[in-house]
């Protein structure tokens, strides 16, 4: 899976907070700027600056911004101590003013300023925040970014888009575990996790080697969107696993056909090689015929050989169906129940997925089983191909709390595989 970028799922647009900061002119314009003795109740600006920042409203209010900034200077050297609101008043202007002339740099501080004081109401401070949030992203600071982004959080905007902007920030600041974290936040309030945001945070699992949280980003993602990239990397674990067990062997690779990675001609020979030996020709037929039909094969001593293969298996499923219901009687009359679990996957590979179910129940109920991982996997298999899923999966998590750790890796698979509603089964 191409890991995702952090600029994948950073939705930061500044034209987007013009419209948060468009609050700033209805601030501004009906901040008080008399004097105190001529304001009855609440805040007042000093008398002394009262005149400069009249001439800061009336410019505001005909957009004049170089006036508007002029005014502003002039009130912000007037002699004399400043009073808390004075500081609101002038910032809160100033940011605006420098938001409308684009000079992000020159907005930041002011707004951030107005932001923190006694004086600004709630919402004001969140539309102020968002808008310095997007500004210092912009500016690649993303150390400010990250800390107004958790100012934002504790007070009440939870969004995907500030979730993602904070992570995005610690992840270009190298903090890939507190990004994974802070995506966690944000899928954890969705009933289904954003794709963009899952790759992203299994791609910061991946740069701190967290092999275990990593794998259940893969396992959200192949229950949501059971695409092949995501399942290759869901099944790497197995892939990299020395397996002996031929027949823990073609169940990865049932596995891998049923989700669509099934892709190199190796495999395909292998599946095809391992259901013949195992006496499932019918199986190995299907594969073939698969591998040729989407060409798999480009070598011609490929094409020769496995030809060749192809046109005796197709003999021998033949005579291997007809077989069927005495092999059977001769399950019957078996002391283990393995003979009727070799015919209940017989079954599968010709489709017949109602005999395979009672077949492989049969063998199960018998006992005495060489592997009980497989049959239980087995007749999941064959309930998930008879359409019911629900009980498939059951069987699935079975397998999954298994001893054997690749057959409990399997069986954890087939439960998703099972769970995703994905029920592709061309063999």
Not at 208 to 223: M, R
């Amino acid at each position: 899976m191409r890991s995702a970028t952090p600029s994948k799922i950073t939705r930061v647009n500044l034209s987007k907070f013009m419209v948060a900061l468009a609050s700033l002119w209805l601030a501004a314009s009906v901040a008080s700027v008399a004097a105190a003795a001529d304001q009855a109740a609440g805040p007042t600006v000093s008398k002394a600056l009262a005149k400069p920042l009249k001439a800061a409203q009336e410019s505001l209010q005909t957009r004049h911004w170089d006036a508007v900034l002029a005014s502003l200077k002039e009130a912000q050297s007037t002699p004399g101590e400043k009073t808390a609101y004075d500081n609101f008043v002038i910032n809160q202007m100033l940011g605006f003013v420098y938001v409308q002339k684009q000079d992000f740099a020159g907005a930041a501080p002011a707004l951030e300023a107005a932001a923190q004081s006694q004086y600004a109401t709630s919402e004001q401070q969140k539309a102020w925040l968002q808008a310095l949030m997007g500004i210092y992203f912009g500016q690649k600071n993303y150390a400010k970014t990250a800390e107004i982004g958790q100012q934002l959080v504790k007070r009440g905007i939870t969004d995907t888009d500030t979730y993602s902007t904070i992570a995005d920030s610690q992840s270009k600041l190298g903090d890939w575990k507190g990004a994974a974290d802070t995506i966690q936040q944000a899928v954890a309030r969705q009933s289904k996790p954003d794709k963009k945001l899952l790759e992203f945070q299994w791609n910061c699992y991946v740069k701190v080697n967290d092999s275990a949280n990593a794998g259940k980003v893969i396992e959200q993602l192949v229950t949501y969107y059971p695409e092949p990239d995501y399942w290759l990397n869901a099944l790497a674990p197995l892939s990299r696993m020395d397996i002996k067990d031929a027949h823990l062997q073609l169940n990865v690779y049932r596995l891998m056909n049923d989700v669509g990675v099934l892709k190199r001609p190796t495999d395909y020979a292998e599946m095809a090689e391992l259901a013949l030996d195992q006496g499932y020709p019918a199986e190995s037929q299907a594969i073939l015929e698969k591998a040729f039909a989407q060409k798999i094969f480009t070598e011609q001593r490929d094409k020769d050989r496995y030809q060749h293969l192809l046109d005796g298996v197709r003999q021998r499923a033949s005579a291997d169906l007809a077989q069927l219901g005495a092999n059977e009687k001769d399950a019957a009359a078996a002391a283990t129940g393995d003979a009727y679990l070799r015919v209940g996957a017989a079954y599968l590979s010709y489709g017949q997925n109602d005999k395979a179910l009672a077949a492989i129940t049969k063998g199960i109920d018998k006992g005495s089983l060489k592997s009980p991982d497989e049959a239980r996997l087995l007749l999941g298999i064959a309930k998930l191909r008879a359409k019911s899923a629900a009980d498939a999966e059951r069987d699935f998590d079975k397998v999954a709390m298994s001893s054997n750790t690749a057959y409990a890796r399997l069986g954890r698979l087939w439960a998703l595989h099972a769970g995703a509603g994905s029920h592709s089964h061309s063999v």
